[in-house]
């Protein structure tokens, strides 16, 4: 790492257990992203309660190029917060797919969907419940009612423009999911 970590306690006293845990857990973050430039680290014993133990908060801010992570994990929603190194782990672990997440956008590794070709509805019978789409090369492809999103097959006519995922069935090309576009 570029620059040292820093730890800060707040309503809490410092302890070179939890210290040392903060820096071990640091120290896995380069196997995620090796240009991480600045990590600091905030472990909080806000709330007092009677009937509970304090329920920590961590926070950590990671700087990397072009931008920095935030992570925060809340004591109000997780009771195993009662214990540091719990909210230590959960922290960091969430620190860690967010900045896998980081790393994979920087490498240009991200999955992206293929959005189907467009097409048109070429043959409706809407008495019978079905239909044929021509697609962009000229081919006919069969579709249902029950196959197109949202009830839309009401809203079909011939010429609308729909997308769809097409599968080959018993008697040839046809579609299983249609979407119409509006």
């Not at 672990?93 to 900045?99: G, N, V």
Request: hydrophobic letters at 35%; one cysteine or more; charged letters at 30%.
């Amino acid at each position: 790492m570029q620059v040292a970590t820093q730890i800060t306690f707040r309503n809490m006293d410092p302890s070179a257990a939890v210290d040392q845990r903060v820096h071990e857990r640091v120290g896995r973050l380069e196997r995620f992203y090796d240009r991480v430039m600045s990590c600091r680290v905030v472990v909080e014993a806000p709330h007092r309660h009677r009937h509970q133990g304090k329920l920590f908060h961590v926070r950590i801010d990671i700087t990397v190029p072009q931008g920095e992570l935030v992570v925060s994990r809340e004591p109000a929603s997780r009771h195993s917060h009662e214990d540091v190194y719990v909210a230590i782990r959960d922290a960091f672990d969430a620190a860690e797919r967010q900045l896998e997440d980081y790393a994979r956008r920087q490498r240009g590794v991200v999955k992206t969907h293929v959005e189907p070709p467009p097409a048109r509805v070429s043959k409706l019978f809407p008495d019978k419940g079905y239909g044929f789409i021509e697609t962009a090369d000229g081919r006919e492809v069969y579709f249902h009612k029950n196959t197109v999103l949202n009830g839309a097959f009401d809203q079909l006519e011939v010429g609308s423009e729909v997308r769809f995922v097409e599968e080959q069935g018993d008697k040839g090309p046809q579609a299983t999911t249609v979407r119409l576009v509006r």
